[in-house]
Nanobody
Framework: QVQLVESGGGLVQAGGSLRLSCIAS????????VHWYRQAPGKQRDLVAS???????NYADSVKGRFTISRDNAKNTVYLQMNSLKPEDTAVYYC??????????WGQGTQVTVSS
């Protein structure tokens, strides 16, 4: 089996930064696309950023220029660097990875709270 664990969330003031990590473990063959989603209370889960195995990236318009997704394939880890945070970025952030042989898996989420 494989699993994902997110970390790096917390409480930060508006304008601050956080770096989230998503670490995959288990009997990993390979990981294709990896995505970060977020879900605010009472709202749907939205796609924030995606990265392919070759490190091509895509971002939601709301985070372009502020967030950067990256990956270290040797460490089975994907990062989300979040700068210039806004109160509207407050949400639980989830990682989803497309594992070869297992399909898509989700992590448990990490809370990000941005105070004004």
């Amino acid at each position: 089996q494989v699993q994902l664990v997110e970390s790096g969330g917390g409480l930060v003031q508006a304008g601050g930064s956080l770096r989230l990590s998503c670490i995959a473990s288990g009997k990993i063959v390979s990981i294709n696309n990896v995505h970060w989603y977020r879900q605010a209370p009472g709202k749907q889960r939205d796609l924030v950023a995606s990265i392919t195995r070759g490190s091509s990236t895509n971002y939601a318009d709301s985070v372009k220029g502020r967030f950067t997704i990256s990956r270290d394939n040797a460490k089975n880890t994907v990062y989300l660097q979040m700068n210039s945070l806004k109160p509207e970025d407050t949400a639980v952030y989830y990682c989803r990875a497309d594992f070869v042989g297992y399909g898509p898996k989700w992590g448990q989420g990490t809370q990000v709270t941005v105070s004004s």
